[in-house]
């Protein structure tokens, strides 16, 4: 921060203010789950921990910045942990490409379907009880009609309602990013699912620090611009959050 100020006087202008979250508001948003109940579970006792040790505050929140579903082996077990949350505390669960497709598909898009079981759709209606059978050789009218008798209609209407985006003082949370040079009211929600590279490769300052997972990164991922907290949990054993208290930062592992 010191260098950051000394930059600031040798250009002329003011110290740019210190990024925050709000007054008196801990928040801890948490990268793309993916099945992982176990590494899930392991991070909220981290975060319990945490949230335990730094004292009171006027409110704390939770965020997850989407793609909770898919590739790992547990799904229904992480949508149920979310939808739990929510009834107990401040807690936010953002739409990710993978939500989007599932909800398509479970609103009878058919190609959508073929998409999700491709990337990892397979796994999570596994994890509602499908039978293998079914998802192995059945046409995929009776799989939707399978997926749409198992799966809770509280776990249907959930990830149907979900948000695409929330601010918090001076943070955006997105699951993927947004389109450089368009304000926030008029992003639309497919690049905030779904964007990358014209995201990624822009370094230009955006009117809120930009969070967001969706694009792995070996560790946190923080710019000027955005912070990327996917580290690859499904594949890698490492799930990541982003811990804010006013102008404070730090991070949590497992």
């Known amino acids: 921060m010191m260098l950051k100020q000394i930059r600031q006087r040798l250009r002329g202008g003011p110290p740019e203010a210190p990024l925050s979250v709000g007054a008196d508001q801990r928040l801890y948003a948490i990268g793309d789950v993916h099945g992982r109940a176990d590494l899930l579970e392991q991070l909220l006792e981290k975060i319990y921990q945490d949230n335990k040790i ?4 006027s409110q704390w929140q939770m965020v997850f910045l989407g793609d909770l579903i898919d590739r790992g082996p547990d799904s229904r077990r992480v949508v149920e942990v979310a939808i739990q949350l929510a009834a107990e505390i401040p807690c936010i669960t953002l739409m990710g490409n993978h939500e989007e497709v599932m909800v398509a598909s479970l609103n009878g898009n058919l190609d959508a379907l073929r998409l999700f079981l491709r990337f990892g ?3 999570t209606l596994q ?16 799989i939707l009609k399978a997926s749409l008798d198992i799966i809770p209609a509280e776990h249907q209407s959930f990830l149907k309602g979900l948000p695409s985006k929330v601010v918090f003082g001076d943070y955006l949370f ?3 990013g947004i389109r450089p040079g368009v304000t926030l009211e008029k992003q639309v929600e497919s690049d905030l699912h779904w964007i990358r590279k014209d995201f ?11 969070v967001h997972g969706h694009t792995i990164a070996q560790d ?19 799930l990541s959050a982003i811990c804010l208290q006013d102008t ?3 991070y949590l592992h497992t």
């Open 220 to 238: 946190i991922d923080e710019r000027p611009n955005r912070i990327c907290i996917d580290t690859g949990a499904y594949y890698s054993g490492q």
């Open 200 to 210: 990624l490769e822009d370094g230009t300052r955006h009117d809120k620090m930009v």
């Open 127 to 142: 994890s509602y009880g499908v039978p293998d059978d079914t998802l192995e050789r059945a046409s995929v009218e009776e």
């Open 54 to 57: 730094r004292g009171e505050v």
């Open 248 to 250: 404070e930062r730090w």
């Open 174 to 176: 997105v699951h993927a």
């Open 121 to 123: 759709g397979y796994e």
